[in-house]
């Protein structure tokens, strides 16, 4: 397994300009491939999908590919593959498609750890048709969320349990095999929100349990979308309101409207540089995928620990990232400073890590932030050892001004 840092970043445009990055959970930069792809889908006839014309052939060619790309990257059924804006639309269509199945007093569970995306959409379901929300609360002291906590609100009326894969927030990362294998036994579907998780570590649809799992491209190198995977006979359950002439084909049937061919390409360049990550990887894309995501992740891990280690010095800052499993991103409070202060001092030097509550506004109001939140440090696959020491440097400075 190896990770050749200076390969990765060769391959970024925007890192010409010289920051560091540390705001990658909001969103990754972009590599020269997934440019050029959404460039190349753009200059080369396109049309709606169909097999008379060239044009026609290219835009099923390119939703084929980043069907089967995106399938390779999640572990899953390309024909369960579904394309959206975002992962906020997603949840919502399919929040509203299964909630015509909801009965008065059936139950929805949502955590306090999730992105707004994975709660408020369910919420908003559920009153809509008098179902109940039952809240899963997390350890704010330590971060965590088990499965657990999450059996303490399950009950033989429970529909759909909603939670995250990675808080987006502290890093978080729930057991998801252990809290699927609770739902499931009660009878009910699990949605996961994958979005910051999938940036960070291999995804295994089958493996993690999840009935449902959302991701954006965008968080890991690609453009603005949303994507959704599952099993094809389950999305054939759901029936969404759509279009008269629309298909009524799986997954076709829950993507209104024309799909965004350029960005699909870019989605599936995208995957392919993920593919790339680790340069010794052989064998089919699935394989290279969890290969150079692995690499990924364990390159990672030591860039937090040296974070970490700095952060440890400094007595002013307080982390709230601290479960036993968790995704390189940090929340940080800084004791007699503001954080906001903070981001512009450091943006002032380059170093992008911005500060907020990031939508996970029930997170941050469990940990004791309000809607404040902290300082988020989030890596990506360009940081470098030379970022981190630029960020510890930047704060120590910011700690230590008059």
């Known amino acids: ?69 995106l399938a390779d990257l999640l572990g899953a059924d390309p024909a ?101 294998d ?42 603005h979308l949303g994507v959704l995977a599952s099993s094809p006979a389950l999305l054939d359950t759901l029936h969404p309101d759509k279009l008269l002439p629309s298909t009524n084909a799986v997954p076709e049937r829950f993507e209104l409207g024309t799909l965004p061919y350029e960005f699909l390409a870019g989605a599936r360049a995208a995957v392919d540089v993920l593919a790339g990550l680790d340069p010794a990887a052989t064998g089919t894309r699935r394989e290279r995928l969890v290969a150079g995501i692995t690499a990924l992740e364990a390159y990672e891990d030591v860039l937090r620990l040296r974070i970490e280690a700095g952060l440890a010095a400094l007595p002013e800052v307080r982390v709230y990232s601290r479960a036993a499993d968790r995704t390189p991103t940090l929340l940080l409070t800084l004791e007699g400073h503001s954080t906001a202060d903070a981001y512009g001092f450091l943006a002032e030097r380059g170093i992008a890590a911005p500060s907020g509550a990031f939508y996970a506004v029930e997170a941050s109001r469990h940990l004791g932030l309000g809607d404040t939140g902290g300082l988020r440090v989030g890596l990506a696959p360009y940081n470098t050892a030379e970022d981190v020491d630029r960020l510890l440097e930047g704060l120590t400075d910011f700690l230590r001004r008059p």
């Open 182 to 223: 609770l739902v499931h036994r009660g009878g009910a579907l699990l949605y996961v929100d994958g979005v910051h998780h999938t940036a960070h570590a291999p995804v295994d649809l089958a493996r993690l349990g999840a009935d449902f799992f959302a991701c954006s491209p965008y968080k890991f190198l690609g453009p």
């Open 1 to 69: 397994m190896t990770y050749d840092i200076a390969a990765v970043r060769a391959q970024f445009p925007a890192l010409k300009a010289g920051l560091a990055h540390f705001d990658g959970p909001g969103g990754s930069q972009t590599p020269q491939a997934v440019i050029d792809a959404i460039g190349d889908a753009l200059a080369a006839p396109l049309a709606n999908r169909g097999s008379t014309t060239v044009g026609e052939r290219n835009a099923e060619a390119v939703v084929a590919g980043a069907r089967q790309a």
């Open 80 to 180: 369960g593959i579904v394309f959206g804006r975002s992962a906020t639309q997603l949840a919502y269509d399919v929040s509203r498609a299964l909630a015509k199945t909801w009965a008065p007093g059936d139950e929805v569970v949502v955590t306090r750890l999730d992105h707004d995306a994975n709660i408020r959409p369910w919420v908003q379901a559920a009153e809509a048709v008098g179902a109940v929300v039952r809240w899963a609360d997390f350890d704010p002291a330590t971060g965590e969320l088990t499965s657990d906590d999450i059996a303490a609100v399950l009950s033989e009326r429970t529909r759909l349990v909603a939670v995250t894969a990675a808080s987006n927030l502290i890093g978080t990362r729930p057991h998801i095999p252990a809290i699927a």
